[in-house]
């Protein structure tokens, strides 16, 4: 069964520090991976993707995502936390690859946490 | 250019009665998804419709239903109303590619409409 998992369901973080939330997958075939992040009484908003080609994604607000095939995993990370990046981050994988883009497979999501 | 709109944005319902969710997609988008959150089940993909038809379909029951028109717009039923069924109902949509382009899959989401089932 294809299926990712968010093994932490809270991360701590001061600000200004790095962070990382931490995010594994099993699928099939090549993975097509995702980050979104939710804000209280919001939608989900795109963060970023691993499609193909460097292991080292960059996406929106200064995240960047480190793609390991040999891990299975894609976590997200920042150089420098900020108090404005607390959120419900989600990963999530996309089953069939290429050509299915509305059925994603979301982990059970992680609550970021920064601090002052 | 608009977001994805999704009405309404909080209902009450009691056990029994049926509920009518509609989502407008972005301009030029034809695929609509609808996913269910719930604090205990997280997000859950309900259904997605592309030009008209349904493509793909999560693991609910019978009682939950969708379609969408001709001019993309969609809409989710649920009847029979059961207290499992509050949740955050979130649509997406999403842009197809072109033809021999890959597809990235970005899902553009709503704010979500809120069901509460007493």
């Known amino acids: 069964a294809q299926s990712v998992a968010q093994p932490e369901d809270q991360v701590n973080v001061a600000e200004g520090n790095p962070l990382t939330v931490k995010c594994t997958y099993s699928?099939?075939?090549?993975?097509?991976l995702f980050w979104y992040v939710q804000y209280p009484n919001r939608g989900l908003q795109f963060l970023l993707k691993?499609?193909?080609?460097?292991?080292l994604v960059k996406g929106s607000y200064g995240f960047e995502a480190e793609f390991n095939k040999s891990q299975t995993s894609f976590h997200l990370k920042k150089p420098s936390a900020l108090v404005s990046d607390s959120a419900l981050y989600f990963c999530?994988?996309?089953?069939?690859?290429?050509?299915?883009?509305?059925?994603?497979?979301f982990g059970q999501g992680t609550t970021l946490q920064v601090k002052p | 250019k608009a977001g994805v709109t999704q009405t309404p944005r909080y209902l009450i319902k009691t056990r029994g009665q049926q509920v009518t969710l509609s989502c407008s997609p972005i301009?030029?988008?034809?695929?609509v998804s609808w996913y269910q959150q719930t604090p205990g089940q997280g997000l859950q993909f309900l259904f997605e419709y592309f030009s008209e038809t349904q493509r793909n379909k999560g693991n609910f029951p019978g009682r939950f239903s969708g379609r969408q028109f001709s001019n993309s717009r969609s809409e989710m039923n649920v009847s029979t109303l059961e207290l499992g069924d509050s949740a955050l109902y979130l649509c997406?949509?999403?842009?197809?590619?072109?033809?021999?382009?890959?597809?990235?899959?970005?899902?553009?989401f709503g704010e979500g409409s809120r069901l509460t089932v007493l």
């Open positions: 999530a994988v996309s089953p069939l690859g290429s050509g299915n883009t509305g059925k994603l497979i």
């Open positions: 691993y499609i193909t080609g460097d292991n």
């Open positions: 997406a949509s999403s842009l197809e590619a072109l033809a021999g382009q890959p597809n990235t899959g970005e899902l553009f």
């Open positions: 699928v099939s075939g090549n993975p097509y």
């Open positions: 301009s030029g988008h034809r695929s």
